[in-house]
């Protein structure tokens, strides 16, 4: 027999299969507005889900999900390590567009990006298509020359490791 490898693209999890998860991890404390919130957050990404349930079931479900839940709870280490790593991945160009991505903001006007990255523009825009192949900038609806991010949990992993100093000098 031959060896096989089968890649699966597992779709995202809807609000109520993220309950599903936090409750198979131990959360306690769940509601309706905390599911929403991790939902939010990750994107419904299995893997991201996986990980903040494991970490809410060790320092518990907060009582207040009306704030940033990432601000209330904390960046899971293993979370925020794995999501640095699969950046990396993608060589320095990609990171650094990514990094100004992230402090452009939620929304990233192509034409904002272009001008304001140190790369030249076709360094950029191949940066930008290895970014939305991968998927960590997709298409914002109603228009192909905004993006944003795939998870808003990348997002916050690239801004944290940016740290205030170069967040400062990129903004």
Do not use: K, Q, W
Request: a negative charge.
């Amino acid at each position: 027999t031959r060896d096989a490898v089968v890649f699966l693209r597992p779709g995202a999890l809807r609000a109520a299969d993220v309950g599903r998860a936090l409750h198979d991890r131990g959360v306690d404390g769940l509601d309706a507005s905390l599911v929403a919130a991790v939902h939010e957050l990750t994107g419904g990404n299995p893997l991201y889900v996986r990980e903040v349930g494991c970490h809410l079931a060790l320092v518990g479900a907060p009582t207040d999900t009306n704030g940033s839940l990432i601000e209330t709870i904390g960046l899971p280490s293993e979370l925020g390590a794995l999501i640095d790593a699969n950046v990396a991945r993608l060589g320095a160009p990609a990171r650094h567009v990514l990094e100004v991505a992230a402090v452009v903001g939620t929304t990233i006007d192509v034409g904002v990006l272009t001008r304001v990255s140190d790369l030249p523009d076709a360094a950029t825009m191949d940066a930008l298509d290895t970014a939305r192949r991968t998927g960590f900038l997709v298409d914002a609806p109603a228009s192909g020359a905004v993006l944003r991010f795939g998870h808003p949990l990348v997002r916050e992993v690239l801004l944290r490791a940016l740290g205030p100093a170069r967040r400062a000098h990129l903004h």
